[in-house]
């Protein structure tokens, strides 16, 4: 065998060990910005220091749907998480990832580049896998509680938060949450950011934009 079969051969058993990264997404994406400290002092007021806000928080709302024992719920995402800080999205009472210093639910991500995310919800036994750039990892079971009334399979809300103090960016796109029934696949939300519609964003604030080639020399750091 030559020194380049033997090469070769070390650099294809490289990549399999690496996780592959989500392509520039076409068109508009969602850039969120993160809000740095605020505090809103009351004039007057003789009592403690006010509560800074910080961060970004934008939340989704939609008509509840009660999940069957045999239904799938599917989470998918391209992003490109928040650098600092954590970056939290969350299926109400469902899924939650957490995206911090390079991982999220175990897995890596590339902090500096598109991650294609996957997560898929089983009811039955309330627990989700997730899917990072093709490595899948999982079950996770869901440790949320269940609401006042005990119900722990209610769809309702989808959430993402960046746990920061300091202003900074984060990309999104191709955002989806799809229920699969024994009647039919259920498009709960759909957003592939192309329409001009930032409501609901709490703190920080997100754009419409067309990304960068660069995003690392953009400031997506």
Known sequence: MTVRTIFMSLVAAGLLCFPAGASQPEGYA??????PP???PVPGDPGPPPVACAGFNWGVAFSPRQLDPTDTVSLEM???PFRSGATDVNVASLIQLRFADGLVNGLP????AWNDVRATLRPATRDYFVTVNGMQAGPFANEFPCDPTGN????????IRGGLFEESVA???SLSLVRDTAAGQDVILKNGFDLCST??????????VVPPKNLIS????
Do not use: P, Q
């Open 109 to 112: 991500y590339k902090r500096n």
């Open 38 to 40: 605020v505090t809103s």
């Open 218 to 221: 953009a400031g997506a750091r």
């Open 78 to 80: 391209a992003i490109i």
């Open 199 to 208: 409501r609901d964003v709490f703190f920080g604030g997100l754009l419409i």
């Open 30 to 35: 969602g850039k969120l910005f993160s809000n």
């Open 152 to 159: 722990c399979s209610r769809l309702e809300a989808l959430s």
């Open 171 to 173: 990309w999104i796109d």
